[in-house]
């Protein structure tokens, strides 16, 4: 795969990741809580997941039992809690303030890069994670002015969904050379079901989703959100360092406030527009040096 076509995918993953409040929204209006959203999540990925490779790629299913481990510590420790600091900041406050707090993950993904991968800290990565976590300041209006007032319990909650879902990448990429992002993705979720199953009070609602209102969105979000974005982002993922991966997927953010300007009747002024530019902009940032050095190689 050529490096192009590895940003796509990572951008395309973080596209679908960013359309996610329009899926959740809908089943906090049903009564769910956060804890039991991301229940819903895992095992309707799960069992999708499952479905299609017992089908179309059954063969892919074939792994090491050690590599268990990986998948478990990704699905319980990354996706299960990530998940759920991420749903409850949505919850208490509003869309646009949980994905930004969330991207706080590429931070703890290039520290974390560092010191179990040796990957440098090149002044591009440096400078495109500064940019994007000023954008998404200006998003939720940290900045210019500092006016905003948001409870200490929140921000915590927030940077710990950063800090998990900056596990996903550190569990993930010793093992994408030998498996799918199918595999990868169903075997995560495998593990993220059924912690679930076992942690929350998700059967007693079961019958609950006889309802086209809970049915329909719970689909959309195991099959675009989850799904979609793990698929696409893996793949990435597996031609990409970490942390480069981690920072093109700050796009994230900009598709979230979109759908939830568009979609949940949120407000957007002059200042998260200069911020999802800055966003955008970090993204091009740190794709521009491999751009660069593959020019050189084809003169050489």
């Known amino acids: ?101 969330l991207y706080t993950g590429p931070m703890f993904v290039a520290l974390l890069s560092r010191v179990f991968f040796k990957e440098m800290l090149t002044p591009n990565k440096v400078l495109a994670l500064i940019l994007s976590l000023i954008g ?77 209102s809970v049915l329909i969105p719970a689909l959309l979000l195991a099959l675009v959100s989850t799904v979609g974005g793990y698929v696409f982002y893996t793949t990435g993922l597996k031609h990409l360092e970490a942390s480069k991966a981690s920072i093109l997927a700050t796009i994230e953010p900009v598709v979230a406030v979109i759908s939830s300007v568009l979609f949940l009747n949120d407000a957007l002024n002059i200042w998260q527009l200069i911020g999802i530019l800055a966003v955008l902009y970090s993204a091009v940032l740190v794709s521009k040096r491999g751009r660069t050095k593959k020019r050189v190689r084809n003169v050489a």
């Not at 804890?35 to 309707?44: D, K, M, N």
């Not at 006016?147 to 940077?159: A, D, E, K, N, R």
């Open 1 to 101: 795969m050529s490096t192009l076509k590895a940003y796509l995918y990572t951008i395309l993953g973080a596209s679908c990741w960013g359309l996610i409040g329009l899926f959740v929204d809908p089943l906090y209006q049903e009564g769910f809580t956060p804890w039991e959203v991301v229940a819903i999540r895992g095992i309707f990925t799960f069992v999708i997941l499952f479905l299609f490779m017992s089908i179309w790629f059954k063969n892919q299913l074939r792994t090491r039992a050690r590599d268990h481990l990986i998948f478990a510590a990704s699905g319980i420790c990354s996706i299960a809690f990530f998940n759920y600091f991420y749903f409850e900041v949505f919850a208490q406050s509003n869309l646009s303030l949980a994905v930004t707090l």
């Open 136 to 212: 998404c300041a200006f998003v939720v209006q940290l900045l210019p002015f500092g006016t905003s007032s948001i409870p200490g319990s929140v921000i915590l909650m927030g940077i710990l969904s950063g800090f998990f879902y900056a596990l996903y990448s550190i569990f993930t990429k010793p093992i994408t050379s030998r498996y799918s992002p199918l595999t990868i993705t169903t075997y995560t979720f495998l593990y993220t079901s059924v912690f679930m199953l076992v942690a929350s009070p998700i059967t007693e609602k079961a019958s609950l989703f006889t309802s086209s």
